[in-house]
């Protein structure tokens, strides 16, 4: 199996710190700049860049704005940063996905030496005043950076931003150029997909996710995507989160018109699993009557048919983009996109008449 070659930053970070650690930089000396690196090692202004960024979040260096960057002493550390890690509620928190990407925050926390604390959003929710609930929550527990890791209206956010407190949202985009954000990037993916059911002859998929009760308004990622595709007719449904009754609802629904749905895609490894058993034990075989299909993470290895998302790297890089803004430092980019990957399972299969016959 071929290797995957370390990124050259993380190559770049490296050697500058095995050059502080043998004493070639002792404390108080200047690291080279950016220039230097740049001559020395014949990297880009931006690889140069993160690798002093990572070296300072590490506690190796300290950028002096104006006069460059110096070796920090070893026994001057900085303390752990508190952080809070926010979610919409305990059912949502225990998830697949939101399991996949708090490993990638936990293992990132150490090498950013935070001390991350989980915050429920219950007492926001009972507040005349959410926005005020939620920063007042913040204050009180010291939280110094957040990562909000379930969709968050922007109104709770408010008065934090205003407080001008870091936040980066996790696998969501915000109207708000103040959130900062990491997200999968399914666009280009879900072009693909579409192409693929089209060519095994679908015409007619219905596409289901579950959603919170709060309005979401200036979330970017709370809108219902684009699928439409000719020939092929896209139904998008939204359902309340863990709600069987209302998903054999939406499945029947489909499947007894004119001209039935042939697949069937659902938003998270939970909702596809609750639309498998839905379907066979409405006397349908997948995928020789309808085939089905999750975008998410799954906990092992699945025969489902998937659109993957990178959850733990998403939730990594998060936490590093919060490492960055408590650094003092802008981001390169407010929204980092990481692509998904379409992955192959055993539920994708051609459209078949067998679906007509059981009507």
């Known amino acids: 199996m071929e290797r995957r070659q370390t990124p050259l930053y993380s190559r770049l970070k490296c050697a500058i710190r095995e050059r502080i650690l043998r004493g070639d930089l002792v404390p108080g000396q200047p690291t080279p700049s950016e220039a230097m690196l740049r001559a020395e090692f014949g990297v880009s202004s931006t690889t140069a860049r993160r690798c002093l960024n990572d070296l300072e979040l590490d506690g ?114 915000y109207e708000d150029a103040r959130v900062y954000g990491v997200i999968s990037e399914a666009r280009l993916v879900m072009e693909r997909l579409l192409d693929e059911i089209i060519a095994r002859g679908h015409r007619r998929m219905v596409a289901m996710r579950e959603v919170l009760p709060e309005k979401l308004e200036g979330l970017l990622s709370s809108r219902i995507p684009e699928l439409s595709r000719s020939p092929l007719r896209c139904h998008f449904e939204t359902l309340s989160y863990y709600s069987p009754a209302q ?67 998403v939730g990594g890089e998060a936490t590093r983009m ?30 078949q008449s067998s679906v007509n016959s059981n009507q």
Not at 292 to 309: H, K
Not at 330 to 351: C, D, F, K, N, Y
């Open 322 to 351: 919060l490492s960055t803004l408590l650094a003092g430092h802008v981001p390169l980019e407010r929204v980092v996109r990481i692509p998904s990957q379409i992955v192959p399972g055993e539920t994708l299969g051609p459209a």
């Open 247 to 313: 998903a054999r609802a939406i499945v029947e629904k489909h499947l007894v018109e004119t001209e039935p749905a042939t697949v069937f895609l659902a938003y998270g490894y939970e909702l596809a699993l609750e639309v498998g058993h839905i379907l066979k034990s409405l006397g349908f075989n997948i995928p020789a009557d309808v085939s089905l299909i999750y975008f998410g993470v799954s906990p092992g290895p699945s025969e489902l048919y998937q659109v993957a998302v990178p959850a733990a790297l």
């Open 60 to 173: 190796y260096v300290q950028r002096v704005q104006g006069q460059g960057t110096f070796v920090c002493e070893r026994d001057a550390l900085k303390s752990a940063r508190h952080i809070g890690i926010f979610y919409h509620d305990l059912v949502n928190l225990t998830s697949t996905f939101a399991a996949s990407v708090l490993k990638g925050i936990f293992d990132q926390v150490g090498q950013s030496r935070f001390q991350p604390e989980l915050l429920s959003s219950a007492a926001v929710r009972k507040s005349p005043n959410p926005s005020a609930a939620m920063a007042e929550m913040l204050r009180q527990r010291s939280v110094e950076g957040l990562l909000v890791l379930s969709p968050t209206p922007a109104l709770w956010l408010k008065d934090v931003l205003a407080s001008r407190l870091p936040v980066v949202s996790v696998n969501m985009e």
